[in-house]
């Protein structure tokens, strides 16, 4: 077998995996609230209803207030970054897109729901929004799924923390000495 079962490669590649995960998770979010995408900003402001966008801007927010009411708070949850670039024969295009998520209170809805807003730059030039209603438990997963490997491990170390004279003494308290 490749690792034996009380070698210590496991648990410590688990606890590497575990904190590469935590990072890929919580860096975006951080460096987006150190950095934050001002459109979007704007479009947060707009939907609390302290902002007035652009006239392209306007429909996405209006539909938004509409069905929900104003935003009362929002508190920024998570961030996702992603950039890709796609080679044809004569041309290339570029894409990045932008997703923060909040937790957000609207005046027409009784509880808290996730508010997703999207920014979809193509080429540089062209930017559309979107604006939608993202599931808590996908949230939740995002950040408790990468815990899962981190307890394991700590589990690990903890249960082979006893050397096998500490294992010893303790069955001797329990049981009394053999002779």
Not at 121 to 132: A, H, L, P, V, Y
């Amino acid at each position: 077998m490749f690792l034996k079962l009380r070698s210590q490669a496991l648990p410590i590649a688990l606890l590497v995996l575990s904190g590469i995960w935590m990072a890929a998770n919580i860096c975006p979010l951080f460096y987006s609230l150190l950095f934050p995408t001002e459109d979007i900003q704007r479009i947060v402001q707009a939907l609390e209803g302290r902002e007035t966008l652009p006239r392209e801007l306007a429909p996405v927010v209006q539909e938004t207030m509409t069905t929900s009411g104003p935003l009362q708070r929002a508190i920024q949850v998570s961030a996702f970054v992603r950039s890709t670039s796609e080679y044809k024969l004569s041309e290339s295009h570029t894409t990045k897109v932008t997703a923060l998520s909040y937790l957000a209170w609207f005046e027409k809805r009784p509880k808290s729901t996730i508010l997703v807003i999207i920014r979809t730059e193509t080429d540089g030039s062209q930017i559309r929004f979107d604006i939608k209603e993202g599931r808590p438990l996908v949230t939740l997963y995002l950040y408790l799924l990468p815990v899962l490997p981190f307890a394991f491990a700590v589990y690990w170390f903890r249960r082979n923390a006893r050397s096998p004279e500490k294992k010893q003494h303790h069955a001797n308290l329990v049981t009394g000495p053999s002779v």
